[in-house]
């Protein structure tokens, strides 16, 4: 049977995400359930979602886009100051590789 290309260092990168999950830190896992729970979210809803500040999540969420965990999905309005805010969104990862390691 052939392999596609990329096949093999698509499934490492899949390992490695599940690897990231692993050693996440009690906020860090917060912030990415909610994102996870919730779709496409600002630092604003996390917040109220968590009951905590926003000053407080925005350094977690940075820390989930730099270990690729989560990105910037769309620019959306806050409905407390009606200015714009992004939203995030969790990274995909192949249902396949789901099932397997979780």
């Not at 990105?71 to 249902?95: E, M």
Request: proline share 5%.
């Amino acid at each position: 049977m052939k392999t596609r290309e990329g096949y093999f260092s698509e499934k490492l990168r899949d390992i490695a995400y599940i690897e990231r999950l692993d050693k996440l830190g009690n906020m860090q896992r917060k912030v990415y359930d909610v994102i996870k729970k919730y779709g496409p979210c600002s630092t604003e809803f996390i917040a109220i979602t968590l009951n905590c500040y926003p000053h407080q999540i925005t350094p977690r969420v940075k820390e989930l886009r730099e270990m690729g965990l989560v990105y910037f999905y769309d620019i959306g309005t806050s409905p407390t100051s009606g200015k714009a805010v992004s939203l995030w969104k969790t990274t995909k990862i192949d249902p396949q590789l789901k099932l397997k390691f979780l």
